[in-house]
């Protein structure tokens, strides 16, 4: 019988996963502190609870400077419909090269040099493979320039993939595979994860609730067949949201994942949790306070149950001891 099993992913991306949607001058303070506080404590925690967690970074985070960046990028670009989506659409329009949140290869360094934990991709410019204008070709050479800089700066070829935006569909599962990767983060079942291009106030309000109140019993499931000749759907299980203002609400949220972790534990289950970096960066305290409540329940759960922390990409390959 398998082991109960607890999976954490994180989107690291920064700015890159929000360049479209806020200016990144107003979130200087928010990305320093992600940078400098975030998630180096993480990684300590990491350490100490013995947790294996994969690390979906964007490409780009890994250059240095806009120079280096520029050099690993690949020459067939993604041409959307709406241009809006491209990074290379943005930064061509603006200068912010003194400015935090777009590179952090020293972060990376941090999360390689600690053995526990994965390296994964968020692919090179946070793709978006279901949007309207982008080709198989671009998106292939986008995923090849996000392991070739990961290998070429940290010796590491990502084996895990984290889809932007949770976009995706057999074609980008097609090329993904193809261009050698093993595992990747798939959505849940429920209708208001699906097809996530296509959003609409009714799917953001439902998986907000989910949060707080049983909207749906699809957070548990069973590790894929290692066997498989195809990429490995890992399935989320919950997003874990910030702690904001309003704390009694954040309690309730953590509360929820405590109980579905034990659930999972007590039904041998795999559980997922994945949320964004940054999303710690306003309130860190805070969110640090609470994420480690989940993590001290992890523990009991690893000592009453022999539940298990394990990285996406040891679904697939053994663990290293």
């Known amino acids: 019988m398998s082991k109960p099993t607890f999976i954490i992913s994180l989107d690291f991306e920064l700015h890159w996963g929000r ?13 320093l502190n992600t940078i400098k506080y975030v998630v180096p404590r993480l990684l300590e925690r990491f350490d100490h609870y013995n947790i294996r967690a994969s690390w979906a970074t964007v490409g780009m985070l890994l250059a240095e400077n806009e120079e280096e960046w520029t050099q690993f990028a690949p020459t067939i670009k993604p041409n959307y419909d709406n241009p809006k989506f491209s990074p290379y659409t943005w930064n061509q329009a603006n200068n912010y090269k003194t400015l935090h949140g777009l590179f952090a290869p020293d972060l990376v360094r941090q999360i390689v040099n600690l053995k526990s934990q994965e390296l ?13 204008g982008q080709s198989s070709k671009a998106f292939k050479a ?11 700066k940290f010796g590491v070829l990502p084996k895990s993939l984290v889809f932007p935006r949770n976009q995706y569909n057999q074609n980008a599962l097609d090329i993904a595979q193809a261009v050698g990767f093993e595992t990747y983060r798939s959505n849940p079942n429920d209708w208001f994860w699906q097809n996530t291009q296509e959003e609409t106030m009714l799917k953001k309000m439902f998986r907000t609730g989910d949060t707080l109140v049983a909207l749906s019993d699809n ?9 498989s000749d195809l990429i490995l759907p ?58 480690e409540m989940i993590l001290l329940h992890y523990q009991r759960l690893n000592e009453s149950h022999g539940m298990q922390s394990i990285s996406m990409a040891d679904c697939k390959t053994p663990m290293i001891h």
């Open 19 to 31: 360049f479209d949607k806020y200016k990144l001058q107003d979130f200087q303070k928010y990305y």
């Open 234 to 291: 890992i399935p989320a299980s919950r997003l874990l949201r910030p702690f904001r203002k309003v704390s009694f609400l954040h309690e309730i949220r953590i509360e929820k994942i405590k109980k579905e972790l034990s659930i999972a534990a007590n039904k041998n289950k795999a559980y997922h949790l994945w949320w964004h970096p940054h999303n710690f960066g306003h309130y860190p305290e805070e969110n640090l306070h609470y994420f």
């Open 142 to 152: 986008d995923l090849q320039a996000a392991r070739n800089i990961a290998k070429e």
């Open 120 to 132: 994964a991709s968020h692919t090179f410019s946070h793709y978006y493979s279901c949007e309207k």
């Open 219 to 227: 957070f548990l499931f069973d590790l894929p067949d290692k066997n």
